[in-house]
C-alpha cells in the first residue's frame, strides 16, 4: 500500500479504536450504568426481573464466570458467561499473601465488598479469608473480581465485562438481595474432571467443594453453606433451632432434608458408576501410552545396536565396508559357483605349470590321453589319421603339394 493511499484510510483506522476506547469513556456513571438492552430482553423471555437475586460461578480450568439469576418459579438459570481474561496462580486453593493464588471455595458477597471507586475500573471483594480458609490460618487480601485484565491473586474481567458483572450484582441489591454467592471452582465438578484430577495433592478439597456442586446441579438453588468442624457444609438444617455452625468446633446435630437427600443418593449414584469408568478408560489409555512409549524405546535400541556392529565391522576392516566380492567371466572354474550357498568360491588363477595327466592305455596298446582334471574338453587324436601316418601315408593323398596360394597358378 503507498503512502498516500495509508493516509487515506488512517482517520477510518483511528475511527475504529476512538469507537472502541468510546465504549466506555462514554460511560457517564459506571457504576449506575444500566444493563444492556439485549440481556434485559433476555431476563424478561426467561422470566427474570432485573432485580432478582443472583448467583456466580467460577471455573479456573475453563475460564468462565457464569451470572445466574432467579426465575419466578425460584429456581436460577444462567444469564450470562464471560471469558475471564486472566487468574493467576493453578488449580487449588490460595494459602498465604503474596503467593499469587486465586482463591476457592465458597464466597459470600455483600453490599460493602463492591468498589464502585476501584482503580481496576470497577470491582468486588471476594471475601477471602473466609471463615474456612481462617481456620487453617491463610492469609490474604483484596482478592477481587475487577476489570483491566491484570492479575496477581485475582480473576480479572475486561473493562466492559465487569461493567455488565457490576450491573447484575447493584441490581441484585437493589433488589433486596442480602448477599449473593460465588462459588470459586478448579473445573466443572463431572466425573471425567475428577477422574482426571484423581492423583492432584487438593482432590480431598475438591471432593468436599463438589458436595455443594452437586445440590446446586440437582436443585438450581444456591446451597446454603456453613463451615464447621473445619468443613464446608452444605444445606443443613440443625436439630436445634438456632443452633451455630463454627469453623473451629464440631458440628451440632444437623441432616439435609429427605427429599434432597434421596434426590442426591440417586445422583450420586449415578455419578460414581460414571467416575469408575472414566477411571478405567484414563487407565487404559495410560497403559497404551506407555506399552506405546515402551515399544518406541525397544525399538530404537535395536536400531542402535544395529548401527553398532555396522560400525565394528566397518572398523575391522580399516576403515572400508565391507563388500561383496566381485566375479570375473575370465576366472577359472565354474563364476556362478560361488553364488551358490553352501560352496566356496574358486580358487583364483596361478601362473604355476599344472602337471600334465597320466596317460593310459587302449585296448591296442595306444597310449591314450588321460581326461583332464578340469571340466573343460581336451580333443584325442583321430585312430585312423594315426594309423595312416604310421603307414607313411599322407594323410591328404590326392592333393597337392603347392601352397594354398599356388593352387590355381599353371606352374
Known amino acids: 500500500m503507498t503512502p498516500i493511499r495509508t493516509l487515506r484510510f488512517l482517520p477510518i483506522l483511528l475511527l475504529g479504536l476512538t469507537g472502541c476506547q468510546d465504549a466506555l469513556d462514554s460511560v457517564s456513571n459506571k457504576v449506575e450504568h444500566p444493563l444492556p438492552a439485549k440481556l434485559v430482553n433476555k431476563m424478561k423471555a426467561h422470566d427474570m426481573s432485573t432485580r432478582s437475586p443472583i448467583m456466580m460461578r467460577i471455573f479456573k480450568e475453563e475460564g468462565v464466570l457464569e451470572v445466574w439469576k432467579q426465575k419466578g ?3 436460577y438459570d444462567i444469564i450470562a458467561s464471560y471469558e475471564i481474561c486472566k487468574w493467576s496462580g493453578k488449580l487449588g486453593p490460595k494459602f498465604k499473601e503474596g503467593d499469587r493464588q486465586a482463591p ?8 460493602h465488598q463492591m468498589n464502585p471507586n476501584s482503580s481496576y475500573y470497577l470491582s468486588f471483594n471476594m471475601g ?3 471463615s474456612y480458609d481462617r481456620s487453617y490460618g491463610r492469609t490474604g487480601s483484596n482478592l477481587m ?4 485484565c491484570s492479575s496477581a491473586g485475582c480473576y480479572s474481567m475486561t473493562d466492559e465485562q465487569v461493567l455488565e458483572i457490576y450491573g447484575f450484582a447493584r441490581d441484585a441489591f437493589k433488589g433486596g438481595q442480602e448477599f449473593f454467592l460465588v462459588e470459586a471452582l478448579p473445573f466443572r465438578m463431572t466425573p471425567e474432571n475428577m477422574a482426571k484430577h484423581r492423583d492432584n495433592e487438593h482432590f480431598e478439597f475438591w471432593k468436599m467443594l463438589k458436595v455443594g456442586y452437586d ?3 440437582l436443585t438450581k438453588q444456591p446451597p446454603k453453606v456453613d463451615v464447621c468442624g473445619r468443613q ?3 444445606n443443613q438444617i440443625p436439630e436445634v433451632e438456632n443452633a451455630s455452625f463454627q469453623a473451629n468446633a464440631a458440628c451440632p446435630p444437623a441432616s439435609v432434608p429427605t427429599t434432597l437427600a434421596s434426590a442426591y443418593y440417586a445422583y450420586e449414584k449415578t455419578w460414581n458408576q460414571n467416575f469408575i469408568k472414566a477411571v478405567a478408560e484414563l487407565d487404559r489409555d495410560e497403559a497404551n501410552r506407555i506399552a506405546a512409549s515402551q515399544a518406541r524405546a525397544e525399538a530404537e535400541a535395536r536400531q542402535a545396536e544395529r548401527e553398532a556392529e555396522k560400525a565394528a565391522r566397518i572398523a575391522a576392516n580399516g576403515g572400508q565396508s565391507a563388500t561383496a566380492p566381485v566375479l570375473s567371466l575370465f576366472s577359472t572354474g565354474n563364476p556362478l559357483q560361488a553364488l551358490t550357498p553352501g560352496t566356496a568360491p574358486a580358487a583364483q588363477q596361478t601362473n604355476a605349470p599344472i602337471p600334465a595327466p597320466a596317460a593310459a592305455a587302449d585296448g591296442a596298446g595306444q597310449a591314450v590321453p588321460a581326461a583332464a582334471a578340469t571340466s573343460v574338453p581336451v580333443p584325442a587324436p583321430n585312430p585312423a589319421v594315426q594309423s595312416q601316418l604310421n603307414a607313411g601315408q599322407s594323410p ?3 592333393q597337392s603339394d603347392k601352397p594354398f596360394w599356388k ?4 606352374n
Do not use: K, L, M, T
Open 145 to 148: 473480581v475487577h476489570g483491566a
Open 396 to 398: 591328404q593323398s590326392g
Open 407 to 410: 593352387i590355381w597358378s599353371s
Open 232 to 234: 464446608y457444609v452444605f
Open 215 to 217: 445440590h446446586f446441579e
Open 104 to 111: 476457592e471455595g465458597y464466597y459470600r458477597i455483600y453490599p
Open 128 to 130: 477471602y479469608p473466609n
Open 73 to 75: 418459579n425460584g429456581r
